[in-house]
């Protein structure tokens, strides 16, 4: 091998390593934008907080999907190469086609749990973000007297909540969750300065044999309820979190098995609290999850704090 | 020429059985194996794998180089994951063969595949590897085997590019073995694989993958638990485990 052949084959390496690092690096650059700086403040001193309205939208609903199965195979590539040029364009190419092909295979997989929804569409396209939060806010138990204010408004100096939702059904139409990621801005305080955070709460799954008609009966009434119940919830962990309590403390990292409607899941977490059948866990992201465990898991005592407003379900 | 070209078929077809070995399939678990008239049992696991990223696809030794060198955080990372819940699995799965009757007896060192010599008197449903003197050295009528295969991350590739995002990887099977004539009395492959919830793509730590580690790992465990807790077969509702050659 000459030592121009040598040259060449090692930046062919050096480019194609630098092609795929680049995804890897976009990756993480992206990861980067959207992480979050938990910033300690004392929430417990404030007495009223304003929650800031979305852009007036019908709330966001999806179906659980499982992405396990995603994937295209490992089929061999025969890159037609006229010289090192063509092969990278080549292979730029199978990238760009490949990237391309596994998110619409994503997208299909979503579609494909979305029809889930299929019949609560005429009942949630109506369902606000307006009406939502509404339902909402007088719900939250703790951080104090709330209000709402336009998407433009000013906080008037009240700490400021800034809430984005979006919720998702089990497949068996047992149970809602709700990824709520929160931003708390004490008054005076920049945006930059804010708590974020992401809350995951799950309903306890439904005991109804027909989940359809008991979430749509009343023009869908008890979805809505229920969506409003797990938001407040999640905005009572939220300030919770920022007041420390419970106290993070250093509960070691374990294996945690909860309900998701009848579906077993597992997460590796730190067990806050335990109570009412449930657990608020943090997850390895850091991130807060409020989930149902099974009747057996945990001696939970039944008293009346543990009575959801929903009753039958 | 008809000399060559029946030589050359003879050879291509030696060579192609040759490398076809039928993979053993999955035997249920009687139950009176592993119950009170079973004798005594001993529960061991196979030397664990080293954790590590599987890139299946990438084939070109160029391809390959660019895929671990892609990935090598990924695997730097896997290599700090623990098994401790793995290594336990022997002693639950003790417990629930006492439970049913059985005397079980749980080995401490982990049996080194490799290093066991074949069987002879191979056949359907016999064991490749001779585990008769393990059966003498611990006194048992019957082996409980965890073998693990492989374990930590998988990422497919088609040649230079992945096809999927990385996903936990666990490959292993769970069989029982009759000590007097090696055969299996019981065998299922387990193959799991779990993406992580949302993002994957979180150096150092990873915190999605590893979570999904975790679940893999429990699944597994379920999946190879079921059947000696007699609940039967398993309803892998908690993410995907299957045969391996269903595997992508």
Redesign the interface.
Known sequence: MTQGQVVMRFT??AA??G???S??SL??AD?AAVSVEATPVDLQTQSRWSLRLPPDAPVTYHGVA????????????L?PAPGVAGLLVG?FA??VV?DVA?QKQKDRMQATADQVLEPYKPCLDKFTYRELLQKAIGRAKVGGEARLIEVDADAGGSTLVESVPVFRLTQDQKAIIVDNLVAIQLPGVGSDAAYRTSIRVISSPGQSTDPQAFWLANDGQRIKDESARLLAESFDIAFNEVAKVPATGSAPYR?V?YLEGT??????AQVLAEQCERLLIR????NLMSVPVARSAVDATVDSRCITEVGSR | MNCRLSLALVTIAVVVSGCATKPQQPISLAQDAIGSKSGRVGVAMTTLPKLDTQIPGASCLVCLATATLANADLTTHAQTLPHDDLTSMKETVAKHLRAKGADALVIDEYIDLDALPSFDGGGENIAKKDFTAVGKKYNINRLLVIEMKALGFIRTYSAYIPTSDPKAYLNGNGYLVDMKTNAYDWYLPVVVTKSADGKWDEPPTFPGLTNAYFQAVEIAKDTLLKPIKGEGVPTATLGRAQSPSAIQ
Do not use: N, P
């Open positions: 062919l390496i194609l390593a092609l795929l690092l995804h890897h990756a993480v990861e499982s992405f396990d199965e995603a994937g295209m195979g490992t089929a061999g590539m890159y292979i199978h990238g490949m596994k294996t098995r579906v077993e899941k597992i997460e590796r997850t390895l992201r850091g």
